[in-house]
């Protein structure tokens, strides 16, 4: 059995449902402090949700131009509840192999993926052990949950100390067909509101009497629809507004709704701002003068690493391993790279192929484990060297 490969079963052996931590972090640290990492816990949140957070750091040798630059893997070891678990053919906290595919929960997302980049660190280091790069770990218990207490917090003590970190790679599962054949460099930004539109409740049969909500805001809604917020550019997709939840009324048939309540979120390209969103779309419930209350939810601005160091760096990793000229995306959700991009320049997402992820029966093939590894050790190699 692989190095990489038995760390990954060890981990998900952990039931680390989220914001449990389960032994997780503690047995990463056992594995870096060898290697001359110092590890910082760093425990938040309230009590009915506390929070493990790791913060390692190994100090490479200085240069000619001052301290070595800073690359950082961060990551989560919290994962997602398991779900119906006699759905499940073997029980999620027991790594089980069928066919040459390892399952398990956290398998995909990401615990392969940490285990793949703490072995990547360990040869790297036995190769070259005093390089011209500084590594870090930043592992959060947090990711699958509110993300209040993970690696905001983190990220917010490490720019108030001064921390310089220069690039980043996150292990999210951003491989599609192929391990290598995706990697994310931006992630759209998330806005989210609840819109409240007032009018008069009534007795249906006298409408002169009521002010129906939902008909005053069909004309708003119709020209939000219609909107184009932007265009997009040639990392993003065109800024998105969509309607998530909408409803009124009381159940009876004979009564005018008195209130309109409409979710709604943004997904927006770097071409857009939160605030310009906002008053973009306040401007049309104001042309069409309605009642409202709105109330705004930014959960993640976008962000985006153009073509350097680091992206040439994962790019010549993948194609000296698989053979694969990767392909830049910024699809998908979130990530905690929305947080740590605010302090690190470069960053982007890599991981095993996402198929499974958060489904039942999750998994990650066997065979991809070790490629995974040398990928990531590939970039140590290539940016030590830069």
Known sequence: MSATLQLTEQLISRASLTPDDAGCQAMISARLQPLGFVCETIVSGPDDFRVTNLWAKFTGAATAQGAAPTL??????????????DEWTTPPFTPSHRSGVLYGR?????????AAMVVAVEEFLAANPK?????????????????????LVVCNQLKARGEVLDYCIVGEPTSVDQLGDMIKNGRRGTLGGKLSVKGLQGHIAYPHLAKNPVHLFAPALAELV???WDHGNEFFPATSWQVSNIHGGTGATNIIPGELVVDFNFRFSTESTAEGLKQRLEAVLNKFELD??????????????TPGELVQAVRDAIQAETGLQTELSTTG??????????????????????ASIHKIDEHVLVSSLDPLKNIYKGVLERLAAA
């Not at 950082?72 to 678990?85: I, W």
């Not at 956290?106 to 940490?114: E, L, N, P, Q, W």
């Not at 390089?131 to 690696?151: K, M, N, V, Y």
């Open 333 to 354: 959700g979130t990530s905690d790279g929305r947080f740590i991009a605010k302090i690190c320049p470069q960053l982007i997402e890599f991981g095993p192929i996402n």
């Open 72 to 85: 950082v893997f961060a990551g989560h070891t919290d994962v997602v509840p398991t779900g119906p678990l």
């Open 106 to 114: 956290g398998a995909a997302d990401m615990k392969s993926s940490i």
């Open 226 to 228: 219609a909107t184009e």
């Open 292 to 305: 409202y209350s709105l109330q705004w939810t930014l959960n993640g601005e976008p962000f985006l690493t």
């Open 131 to 151: 390089p011209a790069l500084s590594i870090a770990f930043l592992i959060t218990s947090d990711e699958e949950g509110p993300s209040r207490d993970g690696t």
